[in-house]
């Protein structure tokens, strides 16, 4: 079961990378890409980093005697770092005046991007805290 998990996992990476290949190239870097958020791809371009990322680490515990339970701590660990990041870029973002907004709030017309910079920070706060505490239960 766990060889057909990281199967798919390694296959739906690829076919990942190639639509953030694909969409980036053609002006959509940006583009949101929520149904990809639990593999830290909000939009097209992070998949040209991820996908990639996330195929070697199947591919490593595919072809290893690594226990699944690694996998999981490691999955963990990435969405601590992945919201870390996401909380340091949107404070820092809350000082300049950029006025591109996250994908999750984007849509919420009535929110500034000052608003959901805020907001965003938050969010992934809160994934920091919940991830940090899952790791070490």
Not at 41 to 47: F, R, S
Not at 114 to 133: K, N, R
Request: glycine fraction near 2%.
């Amino acid at each position: 079961m766990a060889n057909i998990f990281l199967l798919l996992l390694a296959s739906i990476s690829a076919v990942i990378f190639w639509l953030g290949f694909r969409y980036s190239k053609n002006e959509a870097f940006y583009s949101d890409t929520l149904f990809l958020t639990p593999l830290g791809i909000y939009v097209w371009g992070d998949a040209l980093i991820l996908a990639p990322f996330w195929f070697f680490i199947s591919i490593v515990f595919l072809t290893s005697e690594l226990d699944l339970s690694l996998l999981l701590r490691f999955y963990i660990l990435f969405l601590a770092l992945r919201s870390a990041y996401e909380v340091i870029y949107w404070l820092l973002h809350q000082s300049t005046k950029s006025e591109y907004q996250p994908p999750i709030f984007r849509s919420v017309k009535w929110l500034k991007a000052q608003d959901i910079a805020i907001l965003y920070q938050l969010f992934h706060t809160c994934i920091i805290v919940l991830s940090l505490g899952w790791l070490f239960l």
